[in-house]
């Protein structure tokens, strides 16, 4: 599966950002598929997942993240609201066919396809 990542900016701290993740290769409806964030000097972090009707989110975004998916358009979204300084950072979106474990016990070493990253900048 290959995945095209897009969407990110720069928005004003409070405003909203909508990003995007498309597939190609497979259709990807059964997989896992997650959104990541790497800010600078920081390790890679989970930030929401989705599989089948399963959601999870990490804390620091429950509420203002919202994780969707359109099989249809093999696409999966991130929409962010409210956003502050510390969301600053780049978004990568990530697949892969197998759940080993629960969502939010996802690694960066779980996922085999990976976007190539989107750079989101929130100014304050």
């Known amino acids: 599966v290959q995945l095209q990542a897009s969407g990110g900016g720069l928005v004003q701290a409070g405003g909203s950002l909508r990003l995007s993740c498309a597939a190609s290769g497979r259709t990807f409806s059964t997989y896992v598929t997650a959104w990541f964030r790497q800010a600078p000097g920081k390790e890679r972090e989970l930030v929401a997942a989705?599989?089948?009707?399963?959601?999870y989110y990490v804390d620091s975004v429950k509420g203002r993240f919202t994780i969707s998916r359109d099989n249809a358009l093999s696409t999966v979204y991130l929409q962010m609201n409210s956003l502050n300084a510390d969301d600053t950072a780049v978004y990568y979106c990530?697949?892969?066919?197998?759940?080993?474990?629960?969502?939010?016990?996802?690694?960066?070493?779980?996922?085999?396809?990976w976007g190539q990253g989107t750079q989101v900048t929130v100014s304050s």
């Open positions: 990530a697949t892969d066919p197998k759940i080993v474990r629960p969502l939010h016990s996802f690694t960066p070493t779980d996922f085999d396809s």
């Open positions: 989705i599989t089948g009707g399963t959601i």
